[in-house]
């Protein structure tokens, strides 16, 4: 068992963030904190002035909701909500916080995580701590 275990949520459609909770609450055990984390990648400056006033902040305040909404539903769970690249942010705040394990989701690789990479596979490579990646 993991005395703390992070969580990077995304609200695509191609992640499973349902099965990296379940996977997260049984590694976390009955004394383990899980702590969920959401990235919000900024929008570029030329490309946030065609957004309508205050949608950047609404947007933050309804994720910042649905991730209270998950954390609630575990046992003691706190939820975090931060700006930046998403791996990178990720990485970032595991060196900060310092969990034990990182429960990631994934969606199956293509032709363009060759070239490119998901963000899971940096997660893999780069983190200082066990990683699970769930499909």
Same mark, same amino acid.
């Given at each position: 068992?993991?005395? !703390?275990?992070?969580?990077?949520?995304?609200?695509?459609?191609?992640?499973?963030?349902?099965?990296?909770?379940?996977?997260?609450?049984?590694?976390?055990?009955?004394?383990?904190?899980?702590?969920?984390?959401?990235? %919000?990648?900024?929008?570029?400056?030329?490309?946030?002035?065609?957004?309508?006033?205050?949608?950047?902040?609404?947007?933050?305040?309804?994720?910042?909701?649905?991730?209270?909404?998950?954390?609630?539903?575990?046992?003691?769970?706190?939820?975090h909500v931060v700006e930046g !690249?998403?791996?990178?942010? %990720?990485?970032?705040?595991?060196?900060?916080?310092?969990?034990?394990? %990182?429960? %990631?989701?994934? !969606?199956?690789?293509?032709?363009?995580?060759?070239?490119?990479?998901?963000?899971?596979?940096?997660?893999?490579?780069?983190?200082?701590?066990?990683?699970?990646?769930?499909?």
């Amino acid at each position: 068992m993991y005395a !703390h275990v992070l969580v990077p949520v995304s609200f695509d459609t191609e992640r499973d963030s349902a099965g990296a909770l379940a996977v997260a609450r049984l590694l976390a055990g009955e004394a383990g904190h899980i702590s969920l984390l959401h990235v %919000i990648e900024q929008v570029p400056a030329y490309a946030a002035s065609y957004l309508p006033a205050g949608y950047q902040s609404e947007a933050r305040k309804a994720v910042e909701a649905r991730l209270a909404e998950l954390a609630a539903d575990l046992p003691d769970a706190s939820a975090h909500v931060v700006e930046g !690249h998403s791996s990178r942010t %990720i990485l970032d705040w595991t060196e900060s916080h310092s969990p034990d394990c %990182i429960v %990631i989701a994934s !969606h199956r690789p293509g032709m363009q995580d060759l070239l490119l990479g998901s963000t899971a596979a940096k997660v893999v490579r780069h983190a200082p701590c066990a990683v699970h990646v769930v499909r």
